[in-house]
Nanobody, 120 residues
Framework: QVQLVESGGGLVQPGGSLRLSCAAS????????MSWYRQPPGKERELVAY????????NHAASVKGRFTISRDNAKNTVYLQMNSLKPEDTAVYYC?????????????WGQGTQVTVSS
C-alpha cells in the first residue's frame, strides 16, 4: 500500500538546523511531484516547498526562501527538507505530500506528519 513516512523532526533552538526526510513506497515515486506542507498550532496547513518530478524545478514559500531547501533522490524514493536558521515561527507539524495529475482523477497522498518545535 501507499506509504509516506516522515522523519527527522524534533526540538531545536532558534538558529539551528534540521533535515526532514520522507520515505515513499507503494507508488512510482519518480512520477510524482513532491511537496512539504506545515501546520502551525491553531493555523491552517500551508505549502512550504515543492519539487517537480524531474529537472530539479523547485519552489519555496517566501517565508522560508533562503533558509529551507527541498530536494529528492528518486533512486531512494525519498524527499528531503533541509531547514536552516530556524525560527520559533517555523514550529509546526510538517507533512510530506505526493501529487500526480491523472484522468479522470488526480492522485494525492499524505504522510502522517512530523513535529518540529523551535524554542530556546
Amino acid at each position: 500500500q501507499v506509504q509516506l513516512v516522515e522523519s527527522g523532526g524534533g526540538l531545536v533552538q532558534p538558529g539551528g538546523s534540521l533535515r526532514l526526510s520522507c520515505a515513499a513506497s507503494g507508488f512510482t515515486f519518480s512520477s510524482y511531484a513532491m511537496s512539504w506542507y506545515r501546520q502551525p498550532p491553531g493555523k491552517e496547513r500551508e505549502l512550504v516547498a515543492y519539487i517537480a518530478t524531474v529537472g530539479g524545478l523547485t519552489n519555496h514559500a517566501a517565508s522560508v526562501k533562503g533558509r529551507f531547501t527541498i530536494s529528492r533522490d528518486n533512486a531512494k524514493n525519498t524527499v528531503y527538507l533541509q531547514m536552516n536558521s530556524l525560527k520559533p515561527e517555523d514550529t509546526a507539524v510538517y507533512y510530506c505530500h505526493a501529487h500526480r495529475g491523472g484522468v479522470p482523477r488526480d492522485y494525492d497522498y499524505w504522510g502522517q506528519g512530523t513535529q518540529v518545535t523551535v524554542s530556546s
